[in-house]
Structures are given as C-alpha cells and as structure tokens.
C-alpha cells in the first residue's frame, strides 16, 4: 500500500484480518508478506490494535470462518401480529461470502442471460427494451444511440453498484485496481460477482453511466437516448423512476455485505426509493430465480 495510507485505521485493520486469516489456512509465507509494509516497531502497533478489535467485535472475514455463525433467536417482544423481526445481516453476510455458487463476475455473466431467458423477461433494466441473444431491438423501446451506435446495439451485465465503489475500500485496488483485485482478494470476486447486483442494460449506458452515483433530479430534464428516460451529467446519473426501487434495494444489500461506502444521505435515500417503489411481481421472480442459482437473498426482497 502507498504511502501514508497504509496507517489509515481501515488499512491496518484489513492487514491484521487478513494475516490472520492466511495464518488460519495454514498460508505463512502469504500472511507474512501482508505485514511486510509494517517494519520494526510498528509491527507491535498492529498486534495490539487487532486484539482491541478483536474485543471490540469479531471481524468478518471474506473466506470461510471455521465455525457458521449462530442463528438469531426469535424476538419475546412484542407479541402483536404486525411485528417485524430485525434483518439477520450476520447469517445474511455469512451466506453471501461463504456460498460455493457464482464466485466470479465471469460465472455471474454465465447465468445471468439463461435467468432471464428461463423467465420470459428478456427487457433491459433502464430502457425496457426487449432484446434476444444480448442483441436489443432498440425500435421495441424508442431509444436512440448517442454517440456509440455499436455498444447501444448490444447488451452488457451492469453492475448497478459499481465495482470500484467497494474496490477503493480495499488494499488489492492500491496496487492494480480491479483486474488485480479480481484475482487476489476472494472478498472481492464475490462481491463483483454477486448476481443480485447485476442487470442486462444497453452497453452506451452502461459506459457512459461509468462508476456514477443515483441521484433523484439532475436539472434541466435533458435525454440522450430517445424515449429512455435516463439522465447522465456532471457525474451523476438520475435513473427511471419505476427503476428506483430497485436500484435502492440493491445498494443497501451491498453496503451490508460488502461495505460499499455510502453517506448518510444515500442511505436515507436509497431506504426511501426502496418504501416508494415496492418489487413488482417481475421483479420479486426475477430475484428469486438468482437467489436459487446463487444460494443467498437479498432481504429487502422478502
């Protein structure tokens, strides 16, 4: 890791994790390597901090803990019918790292198209154009390219939380952004593979999109694409509105299983497009078609 950043909490606290991990797999040489950057004394100041936290709370680790943890007990109070128990994100995130199904972006990529297929819902996610064999008929939908006519004419498998969102938390993106990370650190193949987080959508979109965050107004109401009402500018991108429900349900999931940063506004943002714009039924089956082939849920479907 460069610099000064290595001393950052977050830094050390991912080091000391997964030395400790490396150690657990019986992966010594790798293990001593994560704490070569920590040389002489400082090495001391990294033991004690990883007991503090270890006290503190028990850290996750992106393989496999040696023991599941415990199921949550059911709630005493209240008794009323219209309770809801709290989301279980312990078992929740345990599964999702753990699970022996899709654990790459390229096997996610495999499954996504036959799922959709399989389902009779062969529409991109923002345009709702219909398409077959990744190929979208752009007439079924009225949009119209901007600039890239060949990537608008073919679909691609975005993810609606990008990849470097939760990549820029990690050491692995200091040293060969995604394509290093994508082969070094399992926390984030599964993350960048996680089929709840991916979506058929045109591939002018999909880039010209890039890694920018949902907003819910970009001023002056400019469309790019035809009759796709989608809106890209200044960094931003303002999403459909029958889109936002979902959208909000996915980065929520991610940010509790894979740490995907978010501010206090996103948060209530994203809470609110998710209480707004409830899962159609199309969308509820879509989302339990990838929870079957994956082995875990996202529970703001449920």
């Known amino acids: 890791m460069r610099g000064w950043r290595k001393w950052h909490w977050k830094a050390i606290k991912r080091n000391v994790l997964k030395f400790i991990e490396l150690r657990k797999l019986g992966r010594n040489t790798e293990a001593t390597q994560v704490l070569k950057t920590y040389k002489g004394a400082a090495f001391w100041l990294v033991v004690p901090l990883y007991i503090i936290l270890w006290f503190v709370g028990s850290p996750q680790s992106c393989t496999s803990p040696t023991t599941k943890p415990p199921v949550a007990s059911s709630p005493s109070e209240p008794t009323t019918d219209s309770y809801v128990p709290p989301i279980d994100w312990t078992?929740?995130?345990?599964?999702a790292l753990n699970r022996t199904k899709i654990k790459s972006f390229s096997s996610a990529k495999r499954k996504l198209y036959p799922l959709y297929a399989d389902l009779g819902l062969q529409t991109t996610f923002y345009c709702n154009c219909?398409?077959?064999n990744k190929t979208p008929d752009l007439s079924s939908c009225g949009v119209v390219p901007k600039k890239n006519v060949k990537r608008m004419n073919r679909t691609e498998a975005e993810h609606i939380v990008p990849a470097?969102?939760?990549?820029?938390?990690?050491?692995?993106?200091d040293n060969g952004?995604?394509?290093?990370?994508?082969?070094?650190d399992p926390f984030f193949k599964r993350a960048e593979g996680d089929l709840h987080n991916l979506v058929p959508a045109l591939g002018e979109i999909n880039g010209n999109r890039s890694n920018y965050p949902p907003v819910e107004n970009i001023p002056g109401e400019v469309r790019n694409y035809g009759n796709c009402d989608v809106e890209i500018s200044r960094k931003k991108f303002e999403p459909p509105a029958d889109k936002r429900g979902d959208i909000g349900r996915i980065y929520l999931y991610m940010a509790k299983v894979y740490n995907a940063p978010l501010t206090s506004n996103q948060i209530e943002m994203f809470t609110r497009w998710n209480e707004?714009?409830?899962?159609?039924r199309n969308e509820i089956a879509i989302h339990e078609a990838k929870a079957k082939i994956q082995g875990n849920r996202n529970p703001y479907y449920n």
Request: charged share 25%.
């Open 130 to 132: 219909n398409y077959r």
């Open 276 to 280: 707004n714009d409830p899962p159609t």
């Open 91 to 95: 078992n929740i995130r345990y599964t």
């Open 164 to 173: 470097s969102l939760i990549g820029h938390t990690l050491e692995c993106w």
């Open 177 to 184: 952004g995604r394509k290093n990370c994508g082969k070094v």
